[in-house]
T-cell receptor
């Protein structure tokens, strides 16, 4: 069965620090999709990034970057120069053919000024 | 508004009553998901549809829960004989998906259920 693990329950940093959120997944299939979502205090889940299993190229979007490594089944998310507005719960999610989209338990990021 | 819409936003009900929630997905999306989220937890999968077919239902889901998606458009989630443990945020999401891949899922704002 597929599984998504976010081992970090809570992380606290001070503004301008870099922070990496870890995500490890388990699957026996070769075709799958990985996602990151942000859930701010307002509650609505916001999509951040989608990556398919055949594309291991790392991606950067502003202060956000993602490191996908199939060798370690990891899809980690780094925020550079964190800001207070980055405070939220971040979820890693996994999807493949024939299954539902499943989520990790989330990592709560607190950024203080 | 072309996003995922859920109604009602809040529902307070007495234990033992039945409740029904509605989700209107993004119109071109063939997949529709229902999740439950409690405080401090990630979205817990309940069930999903591809078009009008219900493809998977969580083994954790009680028989008191039922979902439908007639004609592959909107969906309803019904909880019969509600219990206090059913109190949670119920989230609906939609996406495009199938043998050629999956797009990201877009979420509605959720229905917060409180069972008293």
């Amino acid at each position: 069965a597929q599984k998504v693990t976010q081992a970090q329950t809570e992380i606290s940093v001070v503004e301008k620090e870099d922070v990496t959120l870890d995500c490890v997944y388990e699957t026996r299939d070769t075709t799958y999709y990985l996602f990151w979502y942000k859930q701010p205090p307002s509650g609505e889940l916001v999509f951040l990034i989608r990556r398919n299993s055949f594309d291991e190229q790392n991606e950067i979007s502003g202060r956000y970057s993602w490191n996908f490594q199939k060798s370690t089944s990891s899809f980690n998310f780094t925020i550079t120069a964190s800001q207070v507005v980055d405070s939220a719960v971040y979820f890693c999610a996994f999807n493949q053919a024939g299954t539902a989209l499943i989520f990790g338990k989330g990592t709560t990021l607190s950024v203080s000024s | 508004d072309t996003g995922v819409s859920q109604n009602p936003r809040h529902k307070i009900t007495k234990r033992g009553q039945n409740v029904t929630f509605r989700c209107d997905p993004i119109s071109e999306h063939n997949r529709l998901y229902w999740y439950r989220q409690t405080l401090g937890q990630g979205p817990e999968f309940l069930t999903y549809f591809q078009n009008e077919a219900q493809l998977e239902k969580s083994r954790l889901l009680s028989d008191r829960f039922s979902a439908e998606r007639p004609k592959g458009s909107f969906s309803t989630l019904e909880i019969q004989r509600t219990e206090q443990g059913d109190s949670a945020m119920y989230l609906c999401a939609s996406s495009l998906g199938g043998s050629r891949g999956f797009t990201e899922a877009f979420f509605g704002q959720g229905t917060r259920l409180t069972v008293v």
